[in-house]
């Protein structure tokens, strides 16, 4: 996985968080982006995360416990875990009770902000956002949300947003950064010791830290 690809899908993952005050200028949406739309959720909102990172940059530096609840609360305002972890598993997660689910996904979350959530800090934030188009899923899963981060020059960065409808609000349970998706590359990575071992398990050594959410980096 390309450097700062996994810190990038969760700050990615992040920007389409609960509405809030937009604390920067998105760049204009196309006419599909349409007030309580997916498209609207993630264009107003984007900003408005990358930039409560850049004003507090300093306060989290010195604190990272106030980084790491700031990450954790906005990711569980927006980000469908329990789904997300059931995709993750596949095969796996057939049958699976809903507390082992839960495990699963709670030990995935919290392993992910150990290891990444410090490197949020590192990559620059000052990024406007471009959504580009909203399609639905197959079999009426949801939908897409294609946007772009763009950088002061540099190339834009394709992300792509999959939200589905979830306790009455729309919901991410995956991102593609560059086409690389949270869910397939974590699914890649547990497969073997889930085949091996129980959900439980897996989970428990997620939290102990035997086990790390850390794909290999790829060029």
Not at 13 to 26: D, E, I, N, R, V
Not at 50 to 65: I, K, Q, Y
Not at 100 to 112: C, H, N, P, R, T
């Amino acid at each position: 996985m390309k450097k700062l690809l996994i810190p990038l899908a969760i700050a990615a993952t992040l920007a389409a968080a609960a509405p809030g005050l937009a604390l920067a200028q998105a760049a204009k949406a196309p006419a599909a982006a349409t007030q309580g739309s997916p498209s609207k959720l993630v264009l107003d909102n984007s900003q408005r995360i990358l930039s409560a990172l850049e004003s507090r940059r300093a306060e989290f530096t010195r604190d990272r416990g106030a980084l790491r609840q700031f990450v954790m609360t906005e990711f569980n305002n927006m980000f469908d875990r329990d789904y997300a972890a059931r995709q993750v598993l596949g095969r796996h997660g057939r049958g699976a009770s809903d507390a082992d689910i839960k495990a699963f996904a709670d030990a995935l979350a919290d392993g992910l902000m150990q290891r990444y959530g410090s490197s949020l800090l590192d990559f620059n934030t000052q990024l406007r956002v471009r959504v580009t188009a909203e399609s639905p899923l197959p079999r009426g899963l949801g939908v897409k949300v294609s946007s772009e981060l763009l950088r002061s020059g540099g190339d834009a960065i394709p992300v792509d947003y999959l939200l589905r409808q979830s306790g009455g609000q729309w919901k991410v349970f995956d991102v593609m950064v560059e086409g690389v998706s949270f869910v397939q590359t974590f699914r890649q990575q547990f497969d073997g010791e889930l085949q091996r071992k129980s959900i439980q398990q897996v989970a428990k050594e997620l939290r102990s830290g035997q086990l790390q959410a850390a794909p290999a980096n790829r060029k």
